[in-house]
């Protein structure tokens, strides 16, 4: 990335081949659109080369693509919600149809039921266990990221395993 | 009267994804098994709480399309050309411009392709659908669903270029190449018009369609001659891999100096030239 930073923009191709899955993957748990995913991907590599001066070379890569990533993630959750404000029934006729449109992609049925629970989840929630089991991130790196200690986020991971288990096992 | 005992379990709910996790301290791990020996509901916790870390440990991650790639790469250039001269020329590599052209059918250049194309795909259909022995007389109704009037090869050169300069939609002309092959034998004039689509037409998703339908005429030998001249021609990456992959399982042999010289080309993506390193160790 300081190569990056100096302008040498070709060394941002392996950064993306290493990122942009899990970046996808990222964020496609905590929008449940694949298309908006897609779409905030690339917003985050956008910023990366807008921003890349402000990258500080003492800093892991991973932490600032993520602090990154939730960044993008946070305004286009501002600017749904203004979307709805303006027009409820129309974002929940495009959210309804996108949500078809993402369960008919699924290509294993057998974690349906999974990925339904964790988008019943409240964000936070969600984007807790998304980074601590899928995402790979210690409960340090959770703290670093969200900013609180990495007791805290232990003890929010656990929470959220808790609620995650009510909804999963609900009907049974 | 059962106060305690859920004051207890509801202590315990904090404690026992920890207890699954392993992570609780000793002593507060022996207190949840003595709790846990007694009370079904806390047990019912713990076999849920198993269960639901294995499907989460065994939950497929999500896989991007691979035009999020095309679309980075296309960013990346843009951004490569707003960069400040001094930086150019320090990196003098001279691809760059040519491929956010490739890309992007509305550039100047693809115009002009589209002109050339749109002579070569109505020369060779009408050249090859006036030599071939089925174009008079043959009563299997390959023409039958298309213009009794033109041969079948012809008319899907017709088609995809558009009548009188009308403008055929990329979708429309993966329809027509997707259906070219369903109506056609091996040894048709369609594959020198699904050749001319791979390798002129200006949307890649287009010469995708083409690939595949060349690969189901793949008894034709032109089509392995075609694929191979058509390897240094492509410039996206998707087009490029799935040209790979096809000379590799029809086992191409001629492609390796082609996908050589790929593998070395300073304007192809690195998962291009992996590919075509891959292709060349299982040819030779």
């Known amino acids: 990335m300081a190569a990056v930073r100096a302008d040498d923009l070709d060394q941002l191709v392996p950064l993306f081949e290493r990122y942009h899955g899990p970046l996808f993957n990222y964020l496609t748990r905590l929008t449940n659109d694949r298309e908006t995913s897609e779409d905030l991907t690339q917003t985050v590599f956008e910023r990366i080369l807008k921003y890349r001066s402000s990258y500080q070379p003492t800093q892991p890569f991973k932490a600032w693509v993520y602090q990154m990533a939730r960044n993008v993630h946070a305004d286009y959750w501002q600017r749904k919600e203004k979307l709805r404000a303006a027009d409820v029934d129309e974002v929940e006729r495009t959210g309804g149809l996108r949500g078809a449109a993402f369960s008919q992609m699924r290509v294993s049925s057998h974690h349906d039921d999974l990925h339904e629970a964790l988008a019943l989840l409240p964000t936070p929630q969600r984007e807790i266990l998304v980074l601590n089991r899928f995402q790979g991130f210690g409960y340090e790196e959770i703290g670093k990221l969200l900013g609180c200690t990495a007791e805290a986020a232990r003890v929010k991971a656990h929470r959220a395993l808790q609620a995650l288990r009510k909804i999963y096992f609900a009907g049974d | 009267m059962k106060t305690p005992e859920l004051t207890a379990c509801h202590e315990m709910e904090a404690l026992l994804p920890a207890y699954v996790e392993r992570s609780l301290p000793t002593i507060e791990a022996e207190r949840v098994a003595a709790h846990l020996a007694g009370c079904p509901s806390c047990q019912l916790q713990v076999t849920q709480l198993r269960a639901l870390t294995d499907d989460l440990d065994a939950a497929l991650p999500e896989v991007p399309r691979t035009a999020l790639r095309a679309n980075f790469m296309a960013m990346l250039e843009q951004q490569k050309a707003l960069l400040p001269t001094a930086a150019t020329t320090a990196a003098p590599t001279p691809a760059p411009p040519a491929k956010v052209v490739s890309m ?21 259909g009408v050249l090859l659908g006036r030599q071939l022995p089925w174009s008079g007389g043959n009563d299997n109704g390959l023409a039958t669903n298309t213009n009794a009037s033109k041969a079948a090869p012809a008319a899907l050169a017709d088609a ?12 429309d002309r993966i329809q027509l190449v997707t259906n070219s092959t369903k109506v056609t034998e091996p040894g048709d004039a369609t594959v ?25 005429l793949r008894d034709d ?4 001659e075609g694929l ?9 990456p998707n087009v490029q891999i799935a040209l790979i992959d096809m000379v590799v399982s029809l086992r191409v042999r001629r492609a390796v100096p082609q996908l050589e010289r790929l593998a070395k080309r300073p304007d192809a993506l690195p998962v291009v030239r992996a590919q075509a390193e891959a292709g060349i160790g299982k040819l030779i």
């Open chain 2, 104 to 124: 992007w059918p509305t550039a100047v250049a693809n115009n002009w392709m589209r002109i050339a194309a749109s002579i070569v795909l109505i020369a060779a």
């Open chain 2, 160 to 171: 995809l270029v558009g009548d009188s300069g009308r403008h055929i939609s990329a979708s």
């Open chain 2, 192 to 216: 020198q018009v699904l050749l001319n689509t791979l390798n002129f037409d200006p949307s890649p998703n287009v010469r995708l369609a083409a690939c595949e339908a060349l690969y189901r």
């Open chain 2, 221 to 224: 030998p032109r089509v392995r």
């Open chain 2, 228 to 236: 191979t001249n058509s390897l240094p021609l492509q410039t996206d």
